[in-house]
């Protein structure tokens, strides 16, 4: 594996912790996110080369039985997760490097796939690059990576990591815990048909714009460490990404987001485009 940048010591910190302590397979939630944030369906991969960028602990690996090949690739420790929970499926192989100096040959996948990856990279322009330029001619690329938001709300959201991205790993894993009840209280507020109630947890909700609302308690706590824990968490408007598919030379380009239906209330959405490499 190439030797990582000194300024990726948390994001390797960050995920090594993450994928090791939460085991977190939904099975039917992951099959809804896998379809929704990919566009692939079982036959789009059958007999074909595939590649999860920046796989964590292979949760999407899983999903992959019918390649002929499926490469999962993350720079972290998480790579030991994702080896135990594909153990036995013999048409997957780990790799650890780094999404920015892939130790991959250009043009050897069929189809590429980054799920909330990018975004945590010190150049997300630059690692989608790198991963368009590992596309097979006819190739397919896609991505999820957060969205940018309203002024106010980045701002917000700034000077939040600004303070817990200095936490050491194991306080901030302790106040993820301690916050987990906050984000099913924000989740039932703001669900709430009450308008006093729900305009309550809009106010909760931008005190604690990090603190996961998801409605299963342990993934709770792996999301809001998701948020606050990495040096890197960048976001990024549709027309921006549009530009580095341009730039990659991908055409045919769809934005996967229309119409998607999300496993459950919360899980927000993102700048989720798919492209192809000229046949």
């Known amino acids: 594996m190439p030797i990582p940048t000194a300024d990726q010591a948390r994001t390797i910190s960050t995920y090594g912790l993450q994928w090791n302590r939460f085991r977190i397979v939904r099975e039917e939630e992951d099959r809804a996110t896998f379809a929704n944030r990919t566009g692939l369906k079982p036959d789009d991969l ?16 899983r999903l992959t039985a019918g390649a002929r090949l499926a490469v999962g690739m993350d720079l972290s420790e998480a790579v030991l997760a994702a ?22 040959a250009a043009g050897s996948f069929d189809h590429v796939y980054s799920i909330g ?10 690692a989608f690059l790198e991963l368009a330029r590992l596309l097979r001619p006819g190739g397919r690329i896609a ?13 917000i959201m700034n000077a939040h990591r600004a303070v817990s991205t200095r936490l050491p790993l194991w306080l901030l894993l302790a106040l993820c815990r301690f916050t987990a009840p906050i984000g099913l209280v924000k989740r039932r507020l703001m669900a709430s048909k009450r308008r006093l109630a729900e305009r309550s947890g809009v106010a909760l909700h931008a005190l604690t ?3 996961s609302m998801h409605p299963d308690a342990e993934v709770r706590v792996c999301d809001t460490l998701d948020w606050y824990a990495p040096r890197y968490l960048s976001r990024h408007t549709v027309e921006e990404v549009r530009g580095w598919f341009a730039e990659a030379g991908l055409v045919d380009v769809e934005d996967l987001s229309v119409g998607q239906v999300f496993h459950h209330e919360g899980q927000g959405d993102g700048v989720n485009l798919a492209g192809r490499r000229p046949a």
């Open 46 to 61: 059958a007999g074909r080369v595939v590649l999860d960028a920046g796989c964590g602990m292979g949760r999407y690996l």
């Open 83 to 104: 080896r135990d929970l594909t153990a036995g499926m013999e048409n997957v192989a780990i790799v650890r490097g780094d999404l920015l100096r892939p130790p991959l």
């Open 117 to 126: 990856v990018l975004d945590h990279t010190p150049d997300p322009r630059g």
């Open 143 to 155: 991505i999820w990576i957060y969205k940018r938001e309203s002024p106010i709300v980045e701002r």
């Open 209 to 211: 714009i990090g603190v």
